[in-house]
């Protein structure tokens, strides 16, 4: 998701703020400084300020002003926290915590996407699973990124759990954080790659234990992986 013109441009400076800190829990900001501050009108700093409390980031209460609200409360779902989350100094964390959810999520959507595809579903993971070999063997990681979401994204709403299809989004925001972050190697890996495959064919010839092992192989090798990037880190 992205918010577009003044309101997003304030979101960018307020969000990431809030993310990493520097914005502390139970600060308190004000309406007439932020639009000194930004140099904005009142009807953008509210607007932002809405956005921000749709996520639980900040709660607004009249003679008190704008105060941020504790980690515990964050919507931490929303594809922009968890996109400010990665920018800061909790990115270790965050794709971790990202991580442990991806595998205990996608593989039983797995499973159930190979009971329940739809044929158009089937079709689409087939041809996904092709442009993730074409542009793996390219090398062209904003491309195979693309894909590589879309294929989550489409064997979570393939399961038929409405629960499970709301992570899409969720599911492509570490994607694309640890592609953003230089977390990923330079070119996809074979098995990885394979393994996508697998599971669009045991999806479309409903093998649920075949879909939901390949998954699982996905996911567990994905957060080994991590760990052994952050642990490269400085």
Not at 69 to 83: H, N
Not at 142 to 160: C, K, M, N, P, Q
Not at 178 to 206: D, S
Not at 207 to 230: C, F, K, N, Y
Request: proline residues 4%; negative net charge; glycine residues 6%.
């Amino acid at each position: 998701m992205e918010i577009q013109g003044l309101p997003g441009k304030l979101l960018a400076e307020l969000g990431p703020a809030i993310a990493s800190g520097d914005l502390a829990e139970g600060a308190v900001l004000r309406i007439e400084e932020l639009e000194a501050r930004f140099g904005v009108s009142r009807t953008v700093v509210r607007e932002a300020v809405r956005i921000l409390e749709s996520m639980r980031l900040v709660a607004s209460k009249r003679r008190v002003g704008i105060t941020v609200q504790p980690k515990r409360d964050w919507d931490v779902f929303d594809p922009l926290v968890i996109r400010w989350r990665l920018a800061g100094t909790d990115r270790a964390a965050q794709l971790r915590s990202l991580g442990s959810l991806r595998v205990a999520v996608e593989p039983a959507a797995a499973a159930l996407a190979a009971q329940y595809a739809t044929a158009d579903q089937c079709r689409e993971l087939s041809a996904l699973a092709v442009e993730l070999t074409v542009t793996a063997r390219a090398a062209d990681l904003v491309s195979f990124l693309r894909h590589d979401i879309e294929f989550h994204a489409t064997v979570l709403r393939a399961s038929g759990n409405e629960m499970f299809a709301h992570l899409g989004d969720t599911v492509g925001a570490v994607l694309t954080g640890r592609t953003e972050h230089n977390l990923m190697p330079h070119q996809p890996r074979a098995y990885a790659v394979q393994l996508h495959r697998e599971v669009a064919e045991a999806i479309c010839a409903g093998a649920p234990e075949r879909a939901e092992h390949s998954m699982r192989t996905i996911v567990t090798g994905a957060l080994q992986e991590l760990d052994t990037e952050l642990g490269q880190l400085p």
